[in-house]
């Protein structure tokens, strides 16, 4: 009988607070799950995991080409993209080019139409800890939130096919478009966040976003020795919010040790981080099976 599958994904309002770091320790620390990293425009997770790819395939984006002979110079195409693709000259900066056709909708000369390219790849493979799907676009590629839908459908059918019955998500760091993606159809969003001013302006966006599209926050600050009055100002953020914190992890300079060794803190060496990352762990997984459905 298939299990009833949960999806944990773990974000953060900027990079850098340590989401990916944190995530390589929880899939130290579950079990019965599935990896999958949404963070296709600058992906590290496999830096850690050290995945061995079995499956790649080609992610296709438009992108809008101009035929010079039918082009009377109306403008229209210019007057419409909203992606400053177009100059004055009606040129196409195909690096600019979100591929959304609205050119070729409004040219009444027919002169510009949609070409497919290859703007990234998408993988499966194995890890010493299980499957994981994952994906990198390409230098100047758009649509990474498709790119990320198709991570997450990957995930999805990983878990089914193997009987998983969590999904382990690293998000895309900030607020745009693949974080959006990422959030579709998770139970818990694990926010990773840092005591400083910047982190907590960060932390309040991207909780608005994850309770705008119905997905349940918690909290957890990194580094948090750092500033014991901005850590105190996050906590006192997420009790006006309503937010759970699920703990401090403090800063360790042998998580970069771990990292340059390829292993994540938990497998690395014990002590006060790794007990307040597993902490973390016992929190999260506690509120995980709990969500209301």
């Not at 995530?23 to 050290?50: K, M, N, R, W």
């Not at 690096?95 to 290859?118: D, K, S, W």
Request: hydrophobic fraction near 35%; glycine fraction near 10%; proline fraction near 4%.
């Amino acid at each position: 009988m298939n299990k009833q599958i949960k999806e944990l994904i773990v974000i953060s309002g900027k990079g850098g607070t340590g989401k990916t770091t944190l995530v390589s320790s929880l899939a130290a620390l579950a079990e019965d799950f599935v990896l999958a990293d949404c963070d296709v425009d600058a992906p590290d997770l496999h830096l850690i995991l050290d995945p061995e790819n079995y499956q790649s395939e080609p992610f296709y984006t438009q992108v809008a080409v101009k035929d010079e002979e039918k082009c009377s110079g109306c403008g229209q195409c210019l007057d419409h993209c909203r992606f400053g693709a177009i100059d004055k000259d009606y040129s196409i900066d195909p690096l600019a080019c979100e591929g959304c056709g609205v050119c070729e909708f409004v040219c009444p000369e027919g002169a510009i139409r949609m070409e497919e390219e290859v703007s990234g790849h998408s993988y499966l493979s194995k890890t010493r800890y299980g499957s994981m799907a994952h994906a990198e676009l390409g230098p100047g590629g758009e649509a990474s939130g498709q790119l990320v839908t198709r991570v997450k459908e990957n995930a999805r059918d990983l878990s089914a096919e193997e009987n998983k019955e969590l999904i382990l998500v690293d998000g895309s760091p900030g607020i745009g478009c693949p974080v959006i993606a990422s959030l579709s159809n998770a139970d818990l969003a694990l926010i990773v966040t840092e005591p400083t001013q910047s982190g907590i302006h960060d932390l309040e966006r991207i909780a608005g976003v994850a309770q705008h599209f119905g997905v349940r926050p918690l909290v957890c600050i990194n580094k948090s020795d750092l500033s014991e009055l901005n850590a105190e100002e996050i906590e006192n953020f997420a009790s006006r919010k309503g937010i759970q914190m699920v703990g401090r992890i403090p800063y360790d300079r042998e998580i970069v040790e771990a990292m340059v060794n390829g292993k994540s803190i938990v497998e690395y060496t014990r002590g006060e981080t790794v007990d307040a990352i597993k902490g973390v762990w016992e929190k999260v997984r506690a509120n995980l099976w709990n969500v209301e459905d």
